[in-house]
Structures are given as C-alpha cells and as structure tokens.
C-alpha cells in the first residue's frame, strides 16, 4: 500500500532525476559550444585569394609589398576569427535558451503530474479507497502516465470497448 508520503518521495525522486538528465544535457551543450570555438575558422574567398597574393610577391622578391599585405591578411585572418567565435556564442545563446525553456516545461510538466497524483491520493485516501489506484504506483515501474490515459474506455481484453466482438456478432449483409 503507497502512502501519500511514498508517493511525494517517488515524486521528488522523479524531479531530481529529471534534474540530472537537465545537468547532462546543459553540460552536453557547453561541451559543444567548446569544440566549436576551437575549430578551425575556414578562411573566407577573399583571405585565401590575399595569401595567394602574398606568396607570388615573395617569391617575386617584393619583400615590402608582401610584408605589407602580410599585415593586412593577419589582420583580417584575427577579424574573421573574433566574427566567428561571436557567431557560435550567439548560436550557443540561441540553443541553451531553447534548452532552459524546453526544460522549464518539462518541470512544470512533472510538478502537475506530481500534483495530480498527490491530489488523487488524497482523494483516495479520504474516501477510504485502495491507493493500488494510484497512477504513479510501483506496479506501473514509477512511469508518470499522462492525465489522458486515467480514464480509458473499454476492457484490458478488448481495448475497443466491446466495439470490435459487436461488429463480429452483427450480420453481415453481403
């Protein structure tokens, strides 16, 4: 027999293990956004073709030009780079925002399922009525079942409600 206090302490169970899963999906995220950051940034067109650039001047022996140039490629190489890691911060804002809210949900989610249940153990409870009702019950394994699933029609036998064997009795006129 579930008590209410067995119930809340199966539900604070259940947050606390949603809680890990959120832990090691925001640490999953974080791992991410540092193998992004240290990825080679991809040289744009331009870059590439002022490198290019550069080494036909050296090898023209036009040392100044290319020192130059070398400057100017160092340059924007840095810029490019600072624009890259400023695209995935911004990106791996997005994404960690829409983990939080998607997390957010599922808590409040599990807090009303947790609620529900405590509520019908109440319920059951002050009517004098078996707690083996519960839906958060060990036999079930601890799964929280959406409140649709509490009433459902029909028998463990036919889960049409008896529609499919009345189908099978009536006549068929062919």
């Known amino acids: 027999m579930q008590t209410l206090a067995e119930l809340q302490k199966a539900g604070a169970g259940a947050e606390e293990a949603l809680r890990a899963v959120h832990r090691q999906e925001q640490q999953a995220l974080e791992d991410a956004l540092g193998e992004r950051l240290r990825a080679e940034v991809r040289p744009s067109t331009h870059l590439r073709s002022l490198k290019i650039e550069q080494r036909s001047l050296t090898r023209a022996k036009k040392f100044?030009?290319?020192m130059e140039l070398m400057k100017m490629t160092e340059g924007l190489a840095r810029e490019e780079a600072e624009e890259h890691r400023e695209r995935v911060r911004r990106a791996h804002m997005s994404d960690l925002q829409q983990l939080f809210d998607r997390q957010a949900e599922e808590r409040l989610v599990?807090?009303?399922?947790?609620?529900?249940?405590?509520?019908?153990?109440?319920?059951?409870?002050?009517?004098?009525?078996?707690p083996r009702g519960f839906i958060h019950s060990p036999a079930r394994g601890g799964v929280f079942t959406e409140p649709s699933e509490h009433g459902r029609e029909g028998s463990r036998r036919g889960g049409a409600g008896g529609k499919a064997s009345a189908r099978a009795k009536a006549p068929s006129g062919g």
């Open 64 to 66: 100044a030009e290319a």
């Open 110 to 130: 599990l807090q009303q399922k947790v609620q529900v249940e405590e509520e019908e153990a109440r319920r059951r409870m002050a009517q004098g009525t078996s």
